[in-house]
């Protein structure tokens, strides 16, 4: 966008502040209809019942056209595309305060699209390398409850040393809250996220002797907690800047609203 503004310097004075607003909302209103398309599959079977009266060849590239993967891409280029007559406009003329409110939400807007796309295209190859990989919230609060009962049964038993190590080294694992801040940046370097209590607990292990054995055994399900609760913060990730996106895009289409009927209104129209 940056370097097609910069090739059409006078394309703001030419389109003036009338057409350059109209061809910003037309293109923001077209970036819209990916989120009907996926919300409502009745234009779908509508496109399916005339396919199938074409030929093969034909009905195959008009499937294509109407796959999900097809609609993103043209989310993606129509929305980054009205940033382009967006900034047209807001060079055709003074500047309100709400336009620069506007301004600011469409690059938010754009912003939480762009890292809405490195989580759809890097997050679930990834997810799904890690072992205990679960596809639902509810799957991974029943895995946590499942792996704090096996350790406590895995003790029970057992000497006492091992069960106050127990105590004092793996259960603190097993209800420690990494934060999301951790388990951003271990998400970002696409390794697991291990507090140093972890690699602490496993050094002390050799020091139980025959019991070593078992005291493995549970500190394993310590990681496997881990990496679980990592999971669960991957999949929350993956659906709630999809509900921060949404909520830019609506206070996006508001100041539009808002911007037009006060154009309208101060202009007469």
Known sequence: MVVVHALTPSAAARLGSYRSGLLTLLLFAAAALYSLRKRDIRLSLRIMRVV???????????????????????????????????????ESGHASPLEFVLKGAVVLLLASGFVGLLIQEFLPGRMR????????????EKGLH?????????????????LQ?????????????MGWGRMLWATVRGVPAQPPAYRRARQLGSELGAEAQVYSKVLEIAQRKLRLEQNGFELRLSRDWLLVHIVLALTTFVLIGFHVIGVLYFNGL
Do not use: C, K, M
């Open 52 to 90: 199938a009266y074409l030929p093969a060849a034909l009905a195959r590239r008009i499937d294509l056209l109407d796959r999900l993967e097809t609609w993103r891409l043209g989310h993606l280029t129509v929305g980054v595309s009205a940033a382009l007559p967006l900034w047209w406009h807001l």
């Open 129 to 140: 390398r890690q072992p205990d990989f679960e596809v639902r919230l509810e799957d991974v």
């Open 146 to 162: 499942q792996l704090y009962v096996e350790a406590e049964e895995s003790v029970l038993g057992h000497s006492e040393a091992l």
């Open 165 to 177: 190590a127990y105590l004092r080294n793996v259960r603190p694992l097993l209800n420690f809250n």
